[in-house]
C-alpha cells in the first residue's frame, strides 16, 4: 500500500502563487507516475500535470506556463509551482501515484488540499 499526503494548499489572490506537495509513504518502490489533479465544484476531475520516473512532464493546457511539476518518483515526492493563479484555478487539488508490480499496476489518490484564488 501506499499513502499519499498533500499539502500547501490555501487561499490566495489572483496573480499569486502557492506551492502544493505531495509525499508518498509505505510502499514507494516501483512507482513510476506521480501527477496531480484537481476537482472544481459540479465538475469532473481533470489532469493538471504530471511526472514520470524517467522525468517526462505533462500538462493540461490550461495551466501550462503558469504551473511546473517537479519531484522524484524513486523518492514518492512531487511539487507543484503555481505562478500567476487565476479564480478558475479554485478546486481541490490531489496527488496521484502509480506503482507497478509485475504486470499488475495500483493506483492511489492523496485526500486533497483546498487552493482558493480571489478575484
Known amino acids: 500500500q501506499v499513502q499519499l499526503v498533500e499539502s500547501g494548499g490555501g487561499l490566495v489572490q489572483a496573480g499569486g502563487s502557492l506551492r502544493l506537495s505531495c509525499a508518498a509513504s509505505?510502499?514507494?518502490?516501483?512507482?513510476?507516475?506521480m501527477g496531480w489533479y484537481r476537482q472544481a465544484p459540479g465538475k469532473q476531475r481533470d489532469l493538471v500535470a504530471t511526472?514520470?520516473?524517467?522525468?517526462?512532464?505533462h500538462y493540461a493546457d490550461s495551466v501550462r506556463s503558469r504551473f511546473t511539476i517537479s519531484g522524484d518518483n524513486a523518492k514518492g515526492t512531487v511539487n507543484l509551482q503555481m505562478n500567476s493563479l487565476k479564480p478558475e484555478d479554485t478546486a481541490v487539488y490531489y496527488c496521484?501515484?502509480?506503482?507497478?508490480?509485475?504486470?499488475?499496476?495500483?493506483?492511489?489518490w492523496g485526500q486533497g488540499t483546498q487552493v482558493t484564488v480571489s478575484s
Open positions: 509505505g510502499s514507494i518502490f516501483s512507482i513510476y507516475f
Open positions: 511526472i514520470t520516473s524517467f522525468g517526462n512532464t
Open positions: 496521484k501515484a502509480k506503482r507497478l508490480v509485475g504486470l499488475r499496476e495500483y493506483e492511489y
